[in-house]
């Protein structure tokens, strides 16, 4: 079945730091892949998306590509805020199939801490 | 305007008891899904609908009931509430690849 592994935090780091949360999945095909964050309290929003291999997602500083030789989708920014204090979670969607009702398979979410 | 929307935001109530939970999304997306958030923050699909019909059933207790008046509603129908349904339900919605999520229902079973 699919699956998506992800490291497990909680990750701290200072303010203005270069962060990377590792992402490796399981699938058959070709996933779509997605970086979703749930800040404190709130639900899911979605980060970043890529649909086929080689493909780079990036929004609000971060960036992650889409690699399937690693089967991999690794999340970067090169200077994290305090505001980005959140928890991340890498997920993704089956090729899309007739009906197109597939639901996400979610990696366990990584608990971000930016300290000042 | 909020594109999905879950009431109530906190539900509180006893073992035994029955109650649901209620989605709307104003997207005009043709499916919809809800999915359970444990206390360790886990993620897992429950269920989805397109176009009114069940397309997905994961190993769910058949406690739960999704119900879908509409295309632009998805309810949740919990029976015979037990503790370890304490958990954070999600709606979403979606049209092609990305899914757009409600803010959560905390489910607590006292």
């Known amino acids: 079945g699919n699956s998506v592994t992800q490291m497990e935090g909680p990750v701290t780091l200072s303010e203005e730091a270069f962060l990377t949360i590792n992402c490796t999945y399981t699938?058959?095909?070709?996933?779509?892949l997605f970086w979703y964050v749930q800040y404190p309290g709130e639900g899911l929003q979605l980060l970043l998306k890529?649909?086929?291999?080689?493909d780079k997602g990036s929004n609000k500083g971060f960036e992650a590509t889409y690699r399937k030789e690693t089967t991999s989708f690794h999340l970067e920014k090169g200077s994290v805020q305090v505001s980005d204090s959140a928890v991340y979670f890498c997920a993704l969607r089956p090729p899309v199939s007739g009906g197109g009702a597939d639901g996400l398979t979610f990696g366990k979410g990584t608990h971000l801490i930016i300290q000042p | 305007d909020t594109a999905v929307s879950q009431t109530p935001k906190y539900l509180v109530t006893q073992m035994g008891n029955d109650k649901s939970i209620k989605c709307e999304q104003n997207?005009?997306?043709?499916?919809m899904y809800w999915y359970k958030q444990d206390s360790k923050k886990f993620l897992k699909i429950m269920f989805s609908y397109n176009n009114k019909e069940l397309i997905i059933n994961e190993t769910v207790p058949n406690r739960f009931s999704p119900k879908s008046p509409d295309k632009a509603h998805l309810n949740l129908h919990i029976n015979s509430l037990e503790l370890g349904d304490s958990a954070v339900y999600f709606c979403a919605s979606s049209h092609s690849v990305e899914q757009f999520f409600g803010p959560g229902t905390r489910l607590t079973v006292l």
């Open positions: 890529a649909t086929k291999a080689d």
């Open positions: 997207l005009g997306h043709d499916t």
């Open positions: 699938a058959t095909g070709y996933p779509s």
